[in-house]
């Protein structure tokens, strides 16, 4: 099905494909189409099985082509050289799909996913987006340009998303454009309604074709119902990930369809100011989740030599029940010692969008800023036999506690990166609501990667130097190996050092080790990431060094001081030290 001025619905069932056409109204006011789908093209003529259509499927797609001024102009009646580029009617068209596919919703199939793809913003008919908020000077009025556009416009595709939810509809969007298409609004159709949301600059060497192949191949699991319980001395607090609350039970989601890597958060609050009454009974969390699959049943026809086995699928529905017990701390200590940082960071990063969304990027990096430093006041205030410690003294390194060492690095990394970077600093509004998307459903090993990305280092294609070095220059100047591997998680980059013996070769061999590790990192994630490699000789090193972070001020970009991580350390340690005065002052 294609859509532009008017949606097309290709018959690709009989020898030749056929596309019958049915115009969008241009005028807004208009209710819907002036033809239903259905009576343009009954849907089983329409819903075609690949395995037979294949080739003819491949057929009808050569046969797309862009839509011409004089066709947008005689459709909206206007005269060609007064037309706009346009003609994306997306929201009427999707409106229109979800109707069309709605009829069969329990019969012919149990769950229908649609990939819409766009090159821009739905300038067309009903669910048409103003892209003009993107080109104001919101700097000169004193606006805060992130709060601006980080708001969806219209709730429109909020709405229809509603309504996907209830025809059995689930929504991938692929936005192949480098032009503002308003993602803020568009991304509830996807992620309300089970989907994802990809967003790639170009065609041309994107990982679009291995992202559509990845969707369509891993299974996956629908209609699902979540529901967390715990025992008497503490509840959940809140709930982050793509799902949505039960209107009528408390603390039950709704996961419309979702695969092996979603991921989904709570935190906790005790129930009443005693915390838990006996520290002797375990803490109790129960989750239980039920969930629909579709599953191959064979059957074998005839008989004897002559018998052929088929498949039929059926729908299973599941429930799994996971009960787990804790010991509560006894001290704080306790608590410092069980902290996992890459599990702080995911619920962190859950929380500073959301006061992003609702506040403003610069907000959510004051919050970010504010709770590490309330963080490293508390540590002191806990381990220090002295209340009146020096600021000088302030152990803002968590020296004591070997699992909080690594969360000041983590915070900096969350601050400098495209997420919480500011307008002003060039992050297009688009990426940001991409990011926020795709982090809030990485579990936390994945998103700590894509917040401070992994650097190792290679003596040689087939040996690996050292597992682990900082983003920094100084790392790559005193680790004397040629040969770096960086893994970002949207991306992987292999870096060669200019100073890199020429017998090295490069790009590394197919069968070296090098190459080994990047096939594997590339299978054991959601998404592709995309493969670079770069000669610092010979090629443009900008994208490798813009990851090299900790020489980078945390409140702008570039390599300004040299001392951005060192100087970050101790803003943390002045903020810290204000806390602990003015609670010795009180």
């Given at each position: 099905m294609t859509f532009s001025h008017k949606i097309g619905l290709y018959d690709v069932q009989g020898p030749i494909p056929l596309v019958k056409n049915v115009f969008i109204p241009p005028d807004l006011e208009e209710d819907g189409l002036p033809v239903a789908l259905e009576d343009a093209m009954p849907l089983h003529s329409f819903l075609a099985p690949v395995d037979t259509c294949k080739d003819r499927i491949a057929a009808a797609l050569e046969t797309l082509r862009p839509t011409s001024s004089w066709e947008r102009g005689a459709a909206s009646g206007q005269e060609e050289d007064t037309v706009l580029l346009g003609g994306r009617g997306f929201g009427t068209a999707m409106s229109a799909l979800i109707e069309y596919l709605s009829s069969e919703y329990g019969s012919t199939f149990a769950l229908a996913r649609v990939f819409a793809f766009l090159s821009g913003a739905p300038d067309y008919g009903a669910g048409l987006l103003d892209t003009r908020r993107y080109g104001e000077q919101y700097a000169s009025k004193g606006v805060d340009a992130d709060l601006a556009l980080l708001p969806e416009q219209i709730p429109f595709y909020r709405d229809l998303a509603a309504v996907a939810v209830q025809s059995g509809v689930c929504v991938d969007i692929f936005a192949v454009t480098d032009e503002y298409t308003d993602l803020a609004s568009l991304k509830f159709l996807s992620i309300e309604s089970g989907g994802s949301l990809f967003l790639y600059?170009?065609?041309?060497?994107?990982?679009?074709?291995?992202?559509?192949?990845?969707?369509?191949?891993?299974?996956?699991?629908?209609?699902?119902?979540?529901?967390?319980?715990?025992?008497?001395?503490?509840?959940?607090?809140?709930?982050?990930?793509?799902?949505?609350?039960?209107?009528?039970?408390?603390?039950?989601?709704?996961?419309?369809?979702?695969?092996?890597?979603?991921?989904?958060?709570?935190?906790?609050?005790?129930?009443?100011?005693?915390?838990?009454?006996?520290?002797?009974?375990?803490?109790?969390?129960?989750?239980?989740?039920?969930?629909?699959?579709?599953?191959?049943?064979?059957?074998?026809?005839?008989?004897?030599?002559?018998?052929?086995?088929?498949?039929?699928?059926?729908?299973?529905?599941?429930?799994?029940?996971?009960?787990?017990?804790?010991?509560?701390?006894?001290?704080?200590?306790?608590?410092?010692?069980?902290?996992?940082?890459?599990?702080?960071?995911?619920?962190?990063?859950?929380?500073?969008?959301?006061?992003?969304?609702?506040?403003?990027?610069?907000?959510?990096?004051?919050?970010?800023?504010?709770?590490?430093?309330?963080?490293?006041?508390?540590?002191?205030?806990?381990?220090?036999?002295?209340?009146?410690?020096?600021?000088?003294?302030?152990?803002?390194?968590?020296?004591?506690?070997?699992?909080?060492?690594?969360?000041?690095?983590?915070?900096?990394?969350?601050?400098?990166?495209?997420?919480?970077?500011?307008?002003?600093?060039?992050?297009?509004?688009?990426?940001?609501?991409?990011?926020?998307?795709?982090?809030?459903?990485?579990?936390?090993?994945?998103?700590?990667?894509?917040?401070?990305?992994?650097?190792?280092?290679?003596?040689?294609?087939?040996?690996?130097?050292?597992?682990?070095?900082?983003?920094?220059?100084?790392?790559?100047?005193?680790?004397?190996?040629?040969?770096?591997?960086?893994?970002?998680?949207?991306?992987?980059?292999?870096?060669?050092?200019?100073?890199?013996?020429?017998?090295?070769?490069?790009?590394?061999?197919?069968?070296?080790?090098?190459?080994?590790?990047?096939?594997?990192?590339?299978?054991?994630?959601?998404?592709?990431?995309?493969?670079?490699?770069?000669?610092?000789?010979?090629?443009?090193?900008?994208?490798?060094?813009?990851?090299?972070?900790?020489?980078q001020d945390v409140d702008g970009s570039g390599f300004t001081t040299g001392s951005g991580f060192v100087a970050f350390r101790e803003s943390v340690r002045n903020v810290a030290g204000e806390i602990i005065q003015e609670e010795i002052g009180s």
């Open positions: 600059a170009n065609t041309d060497d994107s990982t679009l074709p291995q992202d559509i192949y990845r969707l369509l191949s891993r299974p996956y699991a629908f209609g699902c119902v979540l529901r967390l319980r715990t025992s008497s001395d503490f509840e959940p607090g809140n709930s982050y990930g793509h799902f949505f609350p039960d209107p009528q039970y408390e603390n039950v989601q709704h996961i419309i369809c979702c695969d092996s890597f979603a991921t989904y958060a709570y935190d906790f609050e005790f129930a009443h100011n005693n915390g838990f009454s006996r520290h002797t009974d375990p803490a109790v969390v129960q989750i239980a989740f039920q969930y629909s699959v579709i599953e191959p049943v064979k059957e074998t026809l005839g008989n004897g030599s002559q018998s052929s086995a088929s498949y039929k699928f059926c729908l299973k529905r599941r429930l799994r029940i996971r009960t787990l017990q804790y010991r509560p701390a006894s001290n704080i200590s306790e608590i410092y010692d069980s902290v996992d940082p890459e599990v702080v960071l995911h619920i962190l990063v859950h929380k500073v969008i959301l006061e992003s969304l609702d506040k403003g990027v610069r907000e959510g990096r004051h919050q970010v800023h504010a709770w590490l430093s309330l963080l490293a006041a508390r540590y002191n205030q806990a381990l220090s036999s002295d209340v009146r410690t020096p600021l000088s003294s302030i152990d803002i390194d968590f020296s004591q506690c070997p699992q909080l060492q690594t969360i000041p690095q983590l915070v900096f990394a969350l601050l400098r990166s495209p997420l919480l970077r500011l307008h002003e600093e060039g992050v297009h509004p688009d990426y940001r609501i991409y990011l926020q998307c795709l982090f809030s459903a990485l579990e936390p090993s994945s998103l700590a990667k894509a917040v401070y990305p992994v650097l190792v280092s290679y003596s040689s294609p087939d040996k690996q130097a050292f597992p682990r070095h900082t983003l920094s220059r100084a790392a790559l100047i005193m680790s004397e190996s040629p040969i770096f591997l960086l893994d970002t998680f949207t991306n992987l980059i292999v870096y060669y050092l200019s100073t890199a013996d020429p017998s090295i070769p490069f790009p590394p061999p197919r069968d070296c080790l090098l190459r080994t590790t990047i096939n594997r990192l590339k299978q054991d994630r959601c998404i592709t990431p995309k493969l670079t490699f770069i000669h610092g000789g010979k090629d443009d090193s900008t994208l490798f060094e813009s990851y090299l972070i900790e020489e």
